[in-house]
């Protein structure tokens, strides 16, 4: 049967299952977006209701769909409710919550990479109902209905984990070791196996599957959910791909989901942050499977479009949070992908510059660079006039207008930071447009306090406010 009579038969069936279900006839039928889903759906509409009408090719998914939304509506909890289920047909009739899902909400409701207010405020609405999903919804649920697998277990852990490395790793041609990634993959596994795990874990918590209606937050596709820690889900929210939420705010949204009754109340913030970070790779490499399967082997294009905000993604995790086992193999993946520059030219968005600034002492060495490219510049600021050596100078620093005035007398560090800031202005516009998403840039002078102080405030200054660059200074000599 060709795909048009099954496009056909589906939408006779749900026809005939509305009639049955509400004894009446749909007067209008259309297709519904259904993303990355193998699943159809099609809203049936006549003057008195609304509905979608869903065919789900696997039996399994479908049941498991539909027994959790009839024991979620019990717990009182926002999901559509199911008015008809043919199992033998694969079909089953649900609410209609429109076509606004909280992704399309950001695309118009952000300046630049910045959220508004009301966005932030339907991430904490989501986070509050996640939080009664893991742990209220728990009781009485039958996980036996659960599909594939009715825990988030070792199994399925390295099943996420070897799809990262068939589908992405392989094909995406970033070369490891096999057996030593396998042997990292087996101690990862053992660790994330440690984080409590009585709790629902809804499996593809993102922004695609939160539905916005009447400014409230309804939750659809958790289909693939199983017992599992509470990490998990929170790590595929607040690090979606190209929902591209800055790190600050994930931090303050984390904070908000662990002050959450429901959560804080069995798990401190302690032992959420144990397991956190280690759960979010875990799910970045997931979704980088699913990219790399859709993508590179299925020839999806559009879903490569996602991989440069994971390569961004995993670039800020292996500079700021360190894994808390040794995975070394599996580090070195890492950092191969974020060195790519092919993996971040899959979409045309710039997705903006962190430009880290230094000053430092030569006495205690060059700051390291721990992104993933390790780009950036180190200037000598030793060959310019050193107000250290003035008395009324020596417990000043190059923050002080005095300090500044000295140099600027001199000639010699306007001219210096002319050609520095030139070269930097360069990178920062070749690595914008590669969307490399990090820039390092040292000044160092014999002491650190006075020369490379007043060279790295003057450069912030510079990039302070331009678009698509957000600058960092920080002064490694004055902050012993």
Not at 15 to 39: M, Q, Y
């Amino acid at each position: 049967m060709n795909q048009i009579k099954i496009r056909e038969k589906y939408a006779v069936d749900l026809a005939a299952l509305f009639k049955k279900a509400f004894g009446e006839t749909p007067e209008s039928i259309e297709d519904v977006r259904s993303d990355g889903s193998n699943r159809k759906l099609i809203r049936l509409k006549n003057a008195k209701r609304s509905v979608i009408g869903v065919y789900g090719p696997d039996k399994s998914e479908n049941n498991a769909f539909v027994n959790f939304s009839r024991h979620f509506a019990v717990c009182k909890l926002p999901v559509p409710e199911i008015f008809a289920f043919e199992p033998a047909d694969k079909i089953y009739l649900e609410t209609d919550l429109g076509d606004q899902t909280l992704f399309d909400f950001l695309a118009v409701d952000r300046s630049d990479s910045e959220l508004k207010p009301p966005a932030v405020d339907l991430y904490k609405k989501a986070l509050k109902w996640l939080a009664l999903f893991q742990t209220s919804a728990v009781k009485n649920f039958n996980f036996s209905d659960c599909y594939p697998r009715s825990s988030f277990d070792r199994q399925s852990i390295m099943w996420d984990l070897n799809y990262f490395k068939y589908y992405f790793a392989k094909l995406a041609g970033i070369p490891f070791n096999e057996q030593k990634l396998e042997d990292d993959f087996n101690v990862f596994t053992d660790f994330l196996l440690g984080a409590p795990a009585d709790f629902f874990l809804y499996r593809d918590f993102q922004s695609r599957n939160i539905m916005i209606k009447d400014g409230g937050t309804w939750f659809i596709d958790y289909q693939g959910g199983r017992r599992g820690a509470l990490q998990y889900d929170v790590a595929s929210l607040l690090y979606d791909a190209k929902a591209d939420l800055q790190p600050e705010l994930r931090e303050k949204l984390m904070e908000y989901y662990v002050s959450e009754t429901a959560v804080s109340g069995l798990q401190s913030k302690e032992e959420f942050l144990k397991y956190y970070y280690p759960f979010v790779f875990v799910r970045l490499m997931q979704a980088m499977g699913a990219y790399g399967l859709r993508g590179f082997y299925e020839k999806k294009t559009h879903f490569l479009q996602s991989v440069p905000y994971v390569v961004k993604n995993i670039e800020w995790l292996i500079e700021n949070r360190e894994l808390p086992v040794k995975t070394p193999e599996m580090t070195k993946v890492f950092r191969k992908i974020t060195a790519s520059s092919q993996l971040r030219q899959f979409t045309t968005k710039r997705l903006g510059l962190n430009l880290k600034i230094y000053s430092f002492s030569y006495k205690n060495g060059i700051p390291q660079d721990f992104s993933g490219h390790n780009g950036g510049f180190v200037f000598d600021c030793r060959c310019l006039p050193n107000p250290g050596r003035e008395e009324k100078y020596a417990a000043l620093t190059g923050k002080d207008a005095q300090v500044a005035a000295f140099l600027e007398a001199s000639g010699e560090a306007g001219t210096f930071f002319s050609r520095a800031s030139e070269m930097v202005e360069q990178a920062v516009s070749n690595y914008m447009g590669r969307n490399f998403t990090d820039l390092s840039v040292c000044f160092g002078c014999t002491g650190g306090r006075h020369r490379s102080v007043y060279m790295a405030q003057k450069l912030y200054a510079l990039f302070k406010g331009r678009k698509n660059v957000s600058p960092s200074v920080k002064h490694t000599a004055l902050n012993k």
